[in-house]
């Protein structure tokens, strides 16, 4: 016997594909709207019958570039995002479906599966509408994997029109119209063992069960190692005494390891949380270096008048009673060194300034690392106090190097 379930509808069999189909435009409407609204929350189907072949489907909405009734304006995008969410998976086969009507190189399907599939190895091209194509034209050249060749080819298929829909004609006279179509067709009776849904239906069958042998071993492999290191903490708790001083020396370590781990990254800027909202940790530092630091240089008072005068009477008092000759060219380097050094002097306060700073931020990056270790107060506050003590004298000897 044939029925459906709905995942939201738990328990109830549904034998009357009519109200299936009810019922999946009532889901439609209550998570959506009835205006034409979108979500990527899926509508779950599964159908038993003898009459179809094992397939699991996910039917995407086509690509919308101009939103309608409650459509948000960034629709195209949405739908753009939700379709990469699926394709984007290894294990899933792509089925691009194309209008035969409209221009192949064109396909919204094609371009994204090749975005996500270059290669073409998960591609399947599906061509609909080739009985609305105009008099005289046919999509032989693309259903013989010509035109835009594919790894996999084309199928062409022909579904029920709107008018069939709505007149009920059922799916077996519906295989027949388009088996008849295809057998009748000049351009596609050599090839009509090849085309339509029942056709389609194989392939899909055929190829998913390729493409799950073909990826079953590095799920298993996948498996056996979440296996082994489920089985390695089970073993792991499995003598677990919540008073051994031992575990409790051992989390100790670990959580000071971490955040030592933790530090360094924030330093590095290699951390797991990006900061979108101001400058810190590493990154604050660098532009103590490189900008605050020639910043203060730059503020610093320089008299050139000043300079020269004293460089002169540094020449002179080095020379003495002597006449001094070449004045400019050669200066001696008991004069030279006594002015530099003067010079130098000037920027210890700019150095100290950048030490103070760097200090400071290391200590704010100090405190950020220690809130993973909020839960157990006593050692945050030790640790925070033990680096911070380590980093001011630290300050302290490069102070004095300064």
Do not use: W
């Amino acid at each position: 016997s044939e029925y459906a379930e709905f995942l939201h509808c738990k328990g109830r069999k549904f034998t009357d594909f009519d109200e299936v189909r009810q019922e999946i435009e009532v889901e439609t409407d209550r998570i959506t709207g009835v205006n034409k609204g979108i979500s990527s929350i899926p509508i779950n189907l599964r159908i038993y019958s003898p009459h179809v072949l094992s397939l699991t489907l996910i039917d995407l909405p086509g690509i919308t570039k101009v939103p309608v009734g409650d459509q948000p304006p960034d629709i195209e995008q949405q739908i753009r995002d939700m379709i990469m969410q699926f394709i984007s998976r290894e294990n899933c086969l792509i089925l691009a479906v194309t209008p035969a009507n409209t221009d192949l190189a064109n396909s919204d399907a094609l371009k994204l599966a090749k975005e996500v599939d270059p290669q073409g190895l998960r591609t399947i091209g599906v061509i609909t509408k080739l009985d609305l194509m105009d008099e005289g034209t046919d999509a032989r050249e693309i259903l013989e994997n010509k035109l835009l060749p594919l790894r996999r080819g084309y199928i062409g298929v022909v579904n029920r029109s709107q008018k069939d829909i709505d007149g009920k004609k059922d799916i077996k006279a519906a295989l027949l119209a388009e088996r008849k179509f295809f057998l009748s067709h000049p351009a596609y009776r050599h090839m009509a063992d090849r085309m339509g849904t029942p056709y389609l239906q194989k392939v899909l069958n055929q190829q998913l069960t390729n493409h799950i042998r073909d990826t079953l071993p590095a799920f298993r492999s996948k498996l056996q190692s979440q296996l082994l290191s489920i089985e390695h903490e089970v073993e792991v708790y499995k003598n677990f005494r919540p008073e051994d001083p031992t575990r409790k020396t051992k989390a100790l370590l670990q959580m000071v390891q971490q955040f030592s781990v933790d530090f360094e990254k924030r330093i590095e800027g290699s951390g797991d949380q990006v900061d979108t909202l101001e400058l810190s940790g590493g990154a604050k530092i660098n532009r103590i270096f490189h900008e605050r630091f020639p910043f203060e240089l730059v503020k610093m008072e320089f008299n050139e008048k000043e300079l020269r005068r004293e460089i002169s009477y540094a020449i002179k008092n080095i020379h003495g009673i002597r006449q001094v000759l070449l004045t400019g060219l050669f200066t001696p380097d008991m004069a030279f060194e006594a002015i530099v050094k003067k010079q130098i002097v000037k920027l210890k306060g700019p150095c100290l300034k950048s030490v103070d700073l760097v200090m400071q931020e290391l200590i704010n990056t100090v405190k950020k690392c220690t809130k993973k270790l909020a839960t157990y107060p006593r050692l945050c506050e030790e640790t925070e106090r033990i680096v911070a003590g380590y980093i001011r004298e630290r300050e302290e000897k490069t102070k004095d190097q300064v």
